[in-house]
């Protein structure tokens, strides 16, 4: 027989335990695809990515960014 227990979790519960996971999928991706082709990075339009990295460029273009440093980003 399976129990299913439901437990409540705030939002800023789930990022913290989300975001590590999502930093190290994206950046294993991103790694995988420079390997398969080391001269030319390319996203593909209408993907995810491409779509953040767009929305990103926007946000430059309007200096709503903010940078962090390699070991904020990476943790390490």
Do not use: C, Q
């Amino acid at each position: 027989m399976i129990h299913h227990r439901n437990t409540a979790v705030s939002i800023e519960e789930l990022v913290n335990a989300l975001e590590p996971l999502i930093r190290r999928i994206v950046r294993e991706e991103l790694a995988r695809a420079v390997k398969k082709e080391p001269g030319i990075f390319y996203l593909e339009p209408d993907t995810p990515l491409y779509e953040d990295m767009a929305e990103i460029r926007e946000r430059k273009m309007r200096k709503e960014t903010v940078l962090f440093s390699h070991k904020e980003v990476w943790g390490e």
